[in-house]
């Protein structure tokens, strides 16, 4: 590992860095006593940091290459301790109640604070686990995905504005609409695939929040419309403590429905079908699946749960405008997905938890925060590029050869 | 039982079929040659709906079907099985099979299929709980076949089988072509670089070249003419 080459590339690495950031490290101009400071102790840390950091770098590369070709011949031990631990009957049941347990009690555990950026990432588990849909089983790069939130939210705030609907009678219209406007989206895309799909659902979420944000007479504009009346519980009146752990609750049911549903999807005919035409459009055709009818399925109940978590997040804020909807909430609920594990459901959850939370707790960092998140992206796609998670699918996996002899007799099953 | 009626295929502004006509009679194997892109994947395609025909007529059973989705064509009974094989690489072999019932809703009968199919095939029954892209390029295959037979086919259409595989796992393939049109009556309608082989097993068979059908003739006559010898046979 010491070897003199690889001290020389760290060397060449840093020398390379120190060059590159001598002007802005090193240099410094103060106007006003008219002279140049030279920081010399900066250009020290940049290269012994970078020095440092290539030298890590390429150590876990190479970690990871070596592991790649222990599991090539074979002399992996099977999967990775976390996921053995998550499905061996023993851990399983335990680990389960245990988080079921932390579920429940968390707001009593917590401040209403916590409480409240909890329920934020569960509206993010939601919104995953959607786009989910869409990327992870149906393969569609859907950029546009935050458009069918801003859909679910407007459609709560305006009828609860102007008809005084509840928050439960729009919950279903929320979903409807998420639907149709997914329909809507739809129709137009069902011929383009990869970049051009992404292009133009990215225009897509654009136009939505264009109108949402000039259309003043129908959207209220910039300003958006505040006082929207939180979740009811048979009209008992709640103090804020209350209705956020009320909203909570609420929304770990929702996602607790979600998570069933997606689960049942994907292991479904349809699922299926959304998961052979990601892989192979025309053996799809050529098997009798309507690729049209797939695909707008896909979009279809993939915004359905960005309705509805639309309608939970106006009931949560109270307030809404389209700046809540841009391309970077879009790019968030992406990167979710992606960072979680395409077509992993807990691999999603996980994604929204480090995702939105993180942040949350990073508080520090704030100014550095889209930096961060390049970065953490970055460094996934090169280590872990299935995700935290990955799907089952997503991996082949070789059973071992005492197995399928095992079974060989067992043909009518 | 399947008419192709002067057919004229494009992709874009390339004609890829010029005038094809073939009739295939039921229970029959029919099988079509030709060189590399000579149109013979064109012409499953059309058939299949998948690169639909500009002009000409397509009928099955006398009913036009040109002017039909894929998947209202499968339902009439005719299945593809591509070329390449194209199997769905992450799902399991039991996905797969499931795949090619898509349309299907008879549970009994789906099961009765699979049994039989992993009586044809118990290899497949071995592995049914691997991902298909996993197999073996010749097991692969053999789920291909099967992923198509799940449809329960009248017609089956049959894109270069031998693709790839090595000699002794082609004849295996082809026997069980055979086999499936001997069995249960399925119409075969074979496309193949192999012509030595398939021009063996099939009734009748036509040429192909550059888009055009050149000749046609039973099978055993196809086999001993001077010119098919040269081009296709290599003797």
Redesign the interface.
């Known amino acids: 590992m010491l070897s003199f080459a690889e001290i020389r590339r760290s060397v060449l690495v840093s020398a390379w860095f120190m060059f590159l950031t001598f002007p802005v490290m090193v240099i410094r101009v103060n106007p006003i006593e008219e002279v140049v400071e030279w920081r010399w102790r900066n250009l020290i840390m940049v290269g012994a940091g970078s020095f440092l950091i290539s030298f890590v770098w390429r150590y876990l590369i190479a970690r990871k290459e070596r592991g790649k070709k222990a599991a090539e011949a074979g002399r992996a031990g099977g999967p990775p301790l976390a996921r053995r631990a998550a499905v061996h009957a023993g851990f399983h049941k335990p680990l389960m109640g245990a988080l079921a347990v932390f579920v429940l009690i968390f707001p009593f555990l917590f401040s209403t604070y916590q409480v409240n950026i909890m329920a934020t990432a569960l509206i993010y588990v939601m919104l995953g686990l959607g786009l989910n849909i869409v990327i992870g089983l149906a393969g569609l790069l859907d950029l546009g995905y935050v458009a069918f939130y801003a859909v679910g939210a407007y459609a709560y705030a305006l009828l609860n504005h102007h008809f005084g609907l509840g928050f439960w009678a729009v919950l279903p219209i929320g979903a409807v609409m998420g639907a149709t406007f997914g329909i809507l989206l739809g129709f137009p895309v069902l011929r383009l695939r990869g970049d051009y799909l992404a292009i133009v659902t990215l225009g897509f979420g654009e136009i939505i929040r264009l109108v949402l944000e000039n259309w003043n007479d129908f959207s209220f504009g910039p300003s958006g419309i505040a006082n929207i009346d939180r979740p009811g519980f048979f009209g008992v009146e709640m103090s804020l403590e209350a209705a956020t752990n009320y909203v909570y609750y609420l929304l770990i049911g929702l996602v607790l429905m979600t998570i069933f549903f997606v689960n049942r999807l994907q292991n479904s005919?349809i699922g299926?079908?959304w998961?052979?035409l990601r892989?192979?459009e025309?053996?799809?055709?050529?098997?009798?699946?309507?690729?049209t009818k797939t695909k707008l399925t896909a979009f279809a109940l993939g915004a359905t749960w960005a309705g509805m978590a639309g309608v939970v997040f106006a009931a949560k804020t109270t307030f809404i405008n389209p700046a809540s909807f841009t391309f970077l909430e879009s790019a968030i609920i992406l990167s979710i997905v992606v960072l979680g594990g395409m077509g992993s459901i807990p691999g999603v959850i996980v994604g929204a938890l480090v995702l939105i939370l993180l942040p949350e707790y990073l508080r520090a960092f704030s100014d550095y925060r889209m930096l961060l998140f390049g970065a953490i992206l970055v460094i996934m796609m090169v280590f872990r590029p299935e995700g935290l998670i990955a799907g089952a699918?997503?991996v082949?996996?070789?059973?071992g050869k005492k197995e399928?002899?095992d079974?060989?007799d067992g043909?009518?099953t | 039982m399947l008419e192709l009626l002067d057919i004229n295929t494009y992709y874009g502004n390339i004609q890829a079929l010029k005038g094809v006509s073939i009739r295939v009679e039921a229970g029959e194997i029919i099988t079509l040659i030709g060189a590399n892109g000579a149109g013979k994947t064109t012409t499953l395609m059309s058939i299949s709906g998948i690169a639909p025909p500009r002009s000409g007529q397509i009928l099955f059973e006398g009913r036009p079907i040109h002017d039909m989705e894929p998947d209202q064509i499968v339902a009439l009974g005719i299945s593809q099985v591509p070329e390449g094989r194209r199997i769905f690489p992450f799902l399991s072999v039991m996905e797969n099979l499931d795949m090619g019932a898509f349309l299907r809703r008879d549970r009994d009968g789906i099961k009765a299929d699979l049994e039989h199919i992993f009586e044809m095939f118990p290899i497949l029954a071995q592995r049914r709980h691997q991902q298909g892209g996993t197999l073996s390029g010749g097991e692969q295959q053999m789920l291909a076949i099967s992923r198509a037979l799940m449809a329960r086919p009248r017609l089956l259409l049959l894109d270069e089988p031998s693709l790839g595989l090595a000699p002794i796992v082609v004849r295996r393939i082809f026997d069980i072509i055979e086999r499936i049109n001997r069995e249960s009556g399925t119409t075969i309608f074979l496309v193949e670089q192999n012509a030595n082989l398939a021009l063996k097993i099939a009734n009748r068979g036509y040429v192909m070249e550059n888009g055009r059908i050149t000749m046609e003739d039973k099978a055993a006559g196809l086999l001993v003419n001077e010119d098919v010898k040269k081009a296709y046979l290599g003797i």
């Open positions: 005919r299926r079908a998961i052979a892989e192979d025309i053996a799809c055709q050529a098997m009798g699946i309507d690729k699918r997503r082949y996996e070789f059973k399928t002899s079974t060989a043909i009518h």
